[in-house]
């Protein structure tokens, strides 16, 4: 794995909490808060939103959506990866003018969306663009050889226009 730059954050590990799941989320949670609820984020000058409802268990539905991950039959569960990063989306979006942030947009149905990958470590931040503002979508590693080649050849395909 290359080496993280300065301005990320170090992964909060589940071990630092004696494994104890509901400390952990909490205390990741905490960092959400801080980073999306307590605070404006901005990607571009321009605000980043989260999705608040539905809540659960009184936390953002964007909360959940960056530390789950889907399976075959669309149910959601933990995924530890994203958990580990929570603090890395802010960070990503503060320092968006890294020379290894690769930025594109597409379209995803009537949505147009901007993907912002964090090439070397394998990290993507996805936010739907509204009017005046950013929302925040999710945030994941990318784990597999086919979503990375996707990545790329959506990059590409932006370069050319």
Same mark, same amino acid.
């Given at each position: 794995?290359?080496?993280?730059?300065?301005?990320?954050p170090?992964?909060?590990k589940?071990?630092?909490?004696?494994?104890?799941?509901?400390?952990?989320?909490?205390? /990741?949670?905490?960092?959400? !808060?801080?980073?999306?609820?307590?605070? =404006?984020?901005? @990607?571009?000058? +321009?605000?980043?939103?989260?999705?608040?409802?539905?809540?659960?268990?009184?936390?953002?539905?964007?909360?959940?959506?960056?530390?789950?991950?889907?399976?075959?039959?669309?149910?959601?569960?933990?995924?530890?990866?994203?958990?580990?990063?929570?603090?890395?989306?802010?960070?990503?979006l503060?320092?968006?003018?890294?020379?290894?942030?690769k /930025?594109?947009?597409?379209? !995803?149905?009537?949505d147009?969306?901007? =993907?912002?990958? @964090?090439?070397? +470590?394998?990290?993507?931040?996805?936010?739907?663009?509204?009017?005046?503002?950013?929302?925040?979508?999710?945030?994941?590693?990318?784990?597999?050889?086919?979503?990375?080649?996707?990545?790329?050849?959506?990059?590409?395909?932006?370069?050319?226009?």
């Amino acid at each position: 794995m290359p080496e993280s730059p300065s301005w990320l954050p170090e992964i909060i590990k589940l071990e630092d909490y004696g494994g104890d799941w509901g400390r952990f989320i909490e205390s /990741i949670y905490q960092c959400f !808060r801080t980073d999306f609820v307590d605070n =404006t984020a901005f @990607f571009q000058s +321009l605000r980043v939103a989260i999705q608040r409802e539905p809540m659960l268990n009184g936390k953002e539905e964007t909360f959940w959506h960056i530390v789950t991950c889907e399976d075959e039959n669309k149910c959601r569960y933990p995924d530890l990866r994203r958990c580990e990063r929570i603090r890395w989306p802010k960070a990503i979006l503060d320092n968006f003018s890294d020379k290894h942030i690769k /930025i594109w947009e597409t379209v !995803r149905g009537r949505d147009k969306r901007t =993907t912002i990958w @964090f090439e070397p +470590l394998d990290y993507v931040v996805i936010l739907s663009n509204k009017r005046n503002y950013y929302l925040l979508i999710t945030a994941y590693c990318v784990t597999n050889k086919s979503k990375r080649a996707k990545l790329k050849k959506e990059y590409e395909r932006s370069l050319k226009g």
